[in-house]
Nanobody, 124 residues
Framework: QVQLVESGGGLVQPGGSLRLSCAASGSAFSINAMGWFRQAPGKEREIVSAITRSAGNTYYGDFVKGRFTISRDDSKNTVFLQMNSLKPEDTAVYYC?????????????????WGQGTQVTVSS
């Protein structure tokens, strides 16, 4: 089993930045792809970004448009999401996800492990 714990969410003004972190524990050696999804009230969970082990490949949702950067530290089984130029529409619960495949799935079904989520609120 793999446990994922997110941190770094909070309240930020439009145009501000936040850095999310997600640390994996347990059988973390089995993980390859790690990613971030988000879910706003009344909306479906959508992928924000994903990255393979050793940062060989990355994926970003279209709405990111150069504002976010995903990275990982495999020695610490941790993935990061640096979010800049935040907009009110980025407000959501952000979830860390991980899977054993090296393919960067866009859907929830591709990830077996999930964190509890961290709230990001962008508001003035």
């Amino acid at each position: 089993q793999v446990q994922l714990v997110e941190s770094g969410g909070g309240l930020v003004q439009p145009g501000g930045s936040l850095r999310l972190s997600c640390a994996a524990s347990g059988s973390a050696f089995s993980i390859n792809a790690m990613g971030w999804f988000r879910q706003a009230p009344g909306k479906e969970r959508e992928i924000v970004s994903a990255i393979t082990r050793s940062a060989g490949n990355t994926y970003y949702g279209d709405f990111v448009k150069g504002r976010f950067t995903i990275s990982r530290d495999d020695s610490k089984n941790t993935v990061f999401l640096q979010m800049n130029s935040l907009k009110p529409e980025d407000t959501a619960v952000y979830y860390c996800a991980a899977g054993s495949s090296g393919y960067l799935y866009r859907s929830r079904a591709g990830y077996a492990y999930w964190g509890q989520g961290t709230q990001v609120t962008v508001s003035s």
